[in-house]
């Protein structure tokens, strides 16, 4: 098994950097003043820190390409299924539809017909419209802000985020790394963002980006515990914090005869961590520091611009990344029959984050005060118990 | 932490309108508000004491956006009163129809209103949808569908086409249907009752003094209906007794704000299919109109949202000497910081969400 990093590693070693480097030996004597660090350069390219650089490089842009591309599908199914449950038809704009536009602006359309013009298509296009406008937005920083702070915090957010996406790997083929801590590294950047929360939340000057990013920190202190307790029967049972082998696991057939996948016998496990995971990456009904209703748009409501957008990305991918998780530790992950591990993956994935998006159209927001008393006296017991089933089922078989 | 103030509105999701809430938070706890009114001011009253009678109905459409009807039909019973005309048996029923379409279409968009604010946006989806079979039919005899004009000094503006009663029975039995899906999707959801349970509190004593009527007051277990206690149109023909409800004796909270306008909407429907079965036939407007008052004539209605009062003096011209009115919402609102206090910042969209706001007669 090989990693995205050890085969970027291996390219870097082998192709990359022997490429490159001669054409900057060549450049070291030619013009002492200004090309005296390029030797420097191939020198650092050469030794294993600057090898551990440009495979990591590869590796983020592989990684962000992969996690931009399912923020697109997401984003279009959060709206299409929206639009559904609102009996509406969702965004409708799509190529075909430009050209009936055009061929009625063109006039090739005699008569204007509210019957049968529908300008109708599956609306892929409106993702393009979004991607466009906030390329084209200014990004303002308001004039009291903490210019420096402001600026940090959005970085930490997003950073974090796609951090996260190297750290789960989608099959044993498709891996971007193989961090021997496996998913307790993955948590622990998951609760790195709320820091840029209330960095954002602070340092904006304004009374509701501030109310917003102290609810993300608040709202950390409620679900973390009962995350990680639930998490932790699934470590127990399968003796290791790596995504590799908590799937082995759940594929050994020798315990009962057949694969079992870690939500039968946890299952209350599972609905703490679906819960817990919800809070996690902020969606209704736990989306408090963006609560639009009472805090306009919570710590978002002075980012503007591509800020708002890597944002706005940012959150699918940390939804993309639990519904990963959540697969791995209780879905048997890439395991099942006919099909290819990825494509399994991809469909137990797609299956729960369709199960977010339902959800996030069919509930209302609770309160700040409700999610902890949620989280210290439900799931947190909850969480023990399901530790406690979870000994058991290691205990005696 | 220190106590701040925090501004929700003029430019607020909040607000349902245009007006300012400051509320005074201690983390998120709150401690004092204060609403200000103000910024939607368009001095209805004095205008209308510049024009002529019949030119005011066009005004007081534009009273309430969401219950335009009614307020229209308060201002032509005053004047009714005022000159003294008598109107036709049959207006009085078209009348009682049309009102109580206006209160179910008000009562949706107050329904669709509310549920952004609780942070469900597919509730805004659903009682617009519902909404819009009852301004359909409303466009039928009035041909509006936000501002209708169609309650005029004397009668209405035209007879109800034929036909009318089917159309509204199927859009009826539509609503019932569809309320139905509501009372599974609200009343039944574990975090809709945990918003609204016990949050906005307020006993019938103390919305008896602060003035508040309507539904908000009928859901502290207050039985005073306008339509009864003070009769006016049809409804004196017709069999009804006032809904109430409320989470514990005699308290009003947002879920009860929300089950008494739910319980709105189907007494409401019974009393249209009960006026149109009971309509008879002959003219919708009186014989003869007088344009010239003098005397002074006031006359109260039960508005979607609470008592609806105008108080009309003529000098013996063709317009009026003193117009007053007044709005249920401005003496609700004067009461909210009351019931806002000691509640947390994510209540604010709740309660005042549930109160229903209606700015534009608040502000007059």
């Not at chain 1, 998913?183 to 622990?188: N, P, R």
């Amino acid at each position: 098994m090989t990693s995205l990093y050890e085969w970027s590693y291996w390219f870097c070693e082998a192709w990359l950097v022997p490429l490159l480097t001669p054409l900057l030996y060549f450049q070291e004597h030619i013009m002492p003043p200004f090309s005296n660090p390029a030797g420097d350069l191939a020198r650092w390219m050469e030794s294993d820190p600057g090898l551990n650089v440009l495979a990591w490089s590869i590796v983020v842009n592989v990684a962000l390409m992969i996690g931009f591309t399912n923020v697109i599908i997401v984003v279009y199914l959060e709206r299409k299924i929206a639009g559904r449950i609102m009996d509406r038809r969702g965004p409708m704009l799509s190529f075909n539809s430009l050209k009936e536009i055009a061929s009625d602006l063109a006039g090739s359309v005699p008569e204007y017909n509210w019957k049968t013009t529908t300008y109708a298509g599956i609306g892929i296009l409106q993702n393009v419209a979004d991607g466009i406008k906030f390329f084209c937005k200014e990004m303002i920083v308001p004039a009291k802000a903490d210019r420096l702070l402001y600026t940090i915090g959005p970085v930490i957010f997003i950073s974090s985020s796609i951090l996260l996406l190297i750290l789960v790997p989608f099959s044993p083929r498709i891996a971007a790394s193989s961090a021997p801590l496996g998913l307790l590294v993955v948590m622990a950047a998951f609760s790195i963002a709320p820091i840029g929360v209330l960095t954002t939340g602070w340092a904006c000057n304004n009374k509701y980006t501030l109310i917003g990013g102290m609810r993300s920190a608040a709202q950390l202190m409620a679900y973390e515990i009962p995350l990680l307790l639930s998490m932790a029967g699934v470590f127990l049972v399968a003796g290791s914090f790596s995504p590799m082998d908590i799937v082995a696991q759940q594929q050994d057939a020798s315990q009962f005869g057949i694969p079992m996948w870690n939500v039968i016998p946890q299952f209350i496990g599972f609905i703490v961590f679906m819960v817990c995971i919800l809070a996690e990456v902020e969606r209704i009904p736990f989306d408090l520091p963006e609560a639009e209703a009472e805090l306009v748009e919570g710590w978002t409501t002075e980012i503007g611009g591509l800020r708002l957008g890597l944002t706005f990305a940012a959150e699918y991918i940390r939804g993309f990344v639990g519904a990963m998780i959540a697969t791995v530790l209780f879905l048997g992950g890439w395991a099942g029959p006919f099909l290819p591990g990825e494509i399994w993956f991809l469909i137990k994935v797609y299956g729960i984050l369709i199960f977010f998006i339902i959800l996030r159209w069919s509930v209302p927001r609770i309160r700040t005060d409700q999610i902890l008393l949620l989280g210290w006296k439900r799931l947190l017991p909850l969480s023990l118990l399901n530790l406690a089933i979870a000994i058991l089922f290691v205990e005696v078989f | 932490m220190a106590e701040m103030w925090i501004h929700m509105g003029p430019q607020h999701p909040m607000t349902h309108g245009l007006w300012n809430l400051r509320i005074k938070v201690d983390g998120e706890t709150i401690t004092d508000a204060v609403p200000e009114l103000g910024y939607l001011h368009r001095s209805v009253e004095k205008i209308g004491e510049r024009r002529k009678y019949f030119m005011n109905t066009t005004l007081t459409d534009r009273l309430c956006y969401a219950s335009a009807m009614t307020w229209t039909h308060c201002y032509c019973l005053t004047v009714e009163e005022l000159m003294g005309v008598e109107t036709p048996q049959r207006a009085k029923y078209i009348r009682t129809i049309v009102l109580e379409l206006q209160r179910i279409a008000s009562h949706l968009m107050w329904l669709g209103a509310y549920l952004p604010d609780l942070g469900l946006i597919t509730g805004f989806l659903y009682g617009m949808r519902d909404r819009e079979m009852f301004l359909n039919l409303l466009e039928i005899p009035s041909g509006g569908r936000l501002l209708y004009n169609y309650v005029r000094i004397g009668g209405v503006k035209r007879d109800l086409p034929p036909g009318f009663a089917a159309k509204a029975e199927r859009v009826m039995q539509t609503l019932e249907q569809r309320l139905k899906e509501y009372e599974d999707l609200y009343d039944n959801s574990k975090i809709f009752r945990m918003r609204t349970d016990d949050v906005g509190c307020y006993s019938a004593s103390d919305a008896i003094n602060w003035g508040i009527t309507g539904p908000n007051l009928r859901s502290a277990g207050v039985a005073f209906d306008l339509r009864q206690a003070d009769s006016y149109d049809a409804y004196p023909e017709l069999d009804f007794t006032p809904v109430t409800t409320s989470a514990s004796d005699g308290i009003s909270d947002c879920f009860s704000r929300y089950r008494q306008r739910i319980d709105e909407m189907y007494q409401s429907m019974d009393l249209i299919r009960q006026a149109l079965a009971k309509m008879p036939e002959g003219e919708v407007m009186a014989d003869s109109v007088p344009v010239r008052a003098s005397g002074e004539a006031f006359r109260r209605t039960e508005d979607s949202r609470g008592e609806a009062l105008m108080y009309l003096v003529g000098d013996g011209t063709d317009r009026p000497y003193r117009w007053k009115i007044r709005s249920p919402m401005f003496t609700t609102v004067s009461a909210s910081p009351h019931f806002l206090k000691g509640y947390k910042v994510a209540d604010v969209p709740a309660i005042m969400g549930s109160i229903d706001m209606c700015i534009g007669e608040t502000d007059k």
